[in-house]
DNA sequence: ATGGTCGTTGCACGA
């Protein structure tokens, strides 16, 4: 079974070569983050032709996540399910997929340390969390993906020591990501690649793609039992090349 | 040399 998370950067924009990639890589389970469509917008019958199942939580113009499977679908839920008030941004959709609990994540940018933003972030992480306690349990097959704007580590960025009181590495994200971590999960890339420079977002400017100045932001979060079934991830970065290409590369994961 | 590009929308802003 291939899990795949991948930040689209607007699925209208970007439908083409989404379709062209997943015929080429043919994963199971995507999970998909910032399609940018209103649900009634959603190309549910493209991705049918393909083989999919979908589930997608949108609003239009901004944010928008989605689930696509080939290994069934069900019990799908939009937002956390937490009893508190909805969040008012359309950034985590959860289904269960061929026996595993997913969720696709869209975790705020923070904008800048010193931004409302950056606390609304800090908070989501923390409902993140209670939302996964409440509603899985850390023995069970359970998978969180996505774009976290969280770089976990300094393996994960180019010079850390350029990156002091910016969002993505701030002590606090870090220990938040963290947080969610312990309460069962294997950041599952890191499992198979404990070396740095392998990264999943790279900025559209100054040429940071070709100069290798990226960021590994993109996580598909595992549960042991998962884990048990891993036999090797990685970030397909040549569909960060040529044209039109989403910000974000795929990172995949492998399950025997 | 400290910018630079995208995607949205609408004549800026978010990432």
Known sequence: MRIVTWNVNSLKARLERVEAWLDEARPDIVCMQETKLADDAFPALTFQALGYESAHYGQGQWNGVAILSRVG???????????????????????????????????????SLDNDHYHYKLQWM??????????????????????????????????????????????????????????????????????????????YRAGDFHKGNGMRIDLILATASVMKRATWSIVDRNARKGTSPSDHAPVLLDLV
């Open 126 to 203: 923390e409902r993140l969390r209670n939302h996964v306690a409440a509603t899985c349990d850390p023995t069970a097959d359970v998978v969180v993906a996505g774009d976290f704007n969280i770089a976990p580590d300094d393996r994960d960025v180019v010079d850390p020591a350029k990156l002091v009181d910016v969002t993505h590495v701030s002590p606090q994200e870090r220990a938040a990501l963290m947080a969610l971590e312990s309460w069962g999960f294997t950041d599952s890339f890191r499992h198979f690649y404990d070396q740095g420079s392998l990264y999943s977002w790279w900025d």
């Open 73 to 111: 679908i069900s019990d799908v839920v939009v937002d956390f399910a937490d009893g508190l008030p909805a969040d008012p941004d359309a950034r985590i959709i959860s289904a269960t997929c061929g026996g595993i609990r997913v969720s696709s994540v869209y975790v705020p940018n923070g904008r």
